[in-house]
């Protein structure tokens, strides 16, 4: 079986590729000079960076600086009626949207 993908393949009909299917270095060029980077979040190209169609860096903090504070642009009310310890629960609460707790005993 001459040419089969895999000596004495019995689906021997699959055959090697004669030629690379791949695009040439000069078309690939072509095509990275009109990428859609940063175009949109569904892009295929980002470059790093806060923005809203950035990728995130891997060192970033979250700490206003070099990337989005956590919970900004919301907003948590404690009202006076409401007691200490609800305000801490309320608090806890908030937090969860943000943060994956695991319990231990």
């Not at 393949?9 to 270095?25: H, L, M, N």
């Not at 470059?47 to 979250?62: K, V, Y």
């Not at 609460?93 to 943000?98: E, K, N, T, V, W």
């Amino acid at each position: 079986m001459a040419g089969a993908v895999v000596d004495g393949d019995p689906f021997g009909p699959i055959r090697k590729e004669k030629t690379s299917t791949a695009p040439d270095p000069r078309t690939v060029g072509q095509f990275h000079e009109r990428a859609d980077t940063d175009a949109s979040t569904g892009a295929i190209h980002h470059t790093l960076g806060i923005g809203h169609n950035q990728a995130s860096p891997g060192d970033h903090a979250h700490d206003g600086a070099g990337s989005a504070l956590i919970g900004r642009g919301r907003k948590l009310q404690l009202h006076t009626a409401v007691s200490d310890a609800q305000k801490i629960l309320n608090i806890i609460d908030m937090l969860h949207r943000f943060v994956d707790f695991t319990e231990v005993p």
